[in-house]
């Protein structure tokens, strides 16, 4: 999880666990989109980023992707 300044709070963020085969990993979303784009096109898009929500994920997800 995310360093926080008090012990105990919840994090900032819903993590997903996702489970296969024993592991399992937590990530949480980021949804971007464009306050006033030039273009009428890109007002549409939407950027959607999800991360590990803790190391142990971070790690799993190494193995994986490297």
Same mark, same amino acid.
Do not use: H, N
């Given at each position: &999880?995310?360093? #926080? @300044?008090?012990?105990? @709070? +919840?994090? +900032? !963020? *819903?993590? /997903?666990?996702? %489970?296969? @085969?024993? /592991? =399992?990993?937590?990530? !949480? =979303?980021?949804? =971007? =989109?464009?306050?006033?784009? $030039?273009? #009428?096109?890109? %007002?549409? &898009?939407?950027?959607?980023? /999800?991360?590990?929500?803790? @190391?142990?994920?971070? $790690?799993? *997800? ?5």
């Amino acid at each position: &999880m995310w360093p #926080a @300044d008090t012990a105990g @709070d +919840p994090p +900032p !963020f *819903l993590p /997903v666990p996702l %489970q296969r @085969d024993g /592991v =399992t990993i937590s990530l !949480f =979303t980021t949804l =971007t =989109t464009l306050g006033t784009p $030039r273009d #009428a096109g890109l %007002q549409e &898009m939407r950027i959607k980023c /999800v991360y590990p929500a803790d @190391d142990a994920s971070r $790690r799993a *997800l190494e193995r994986i992707t490297l």
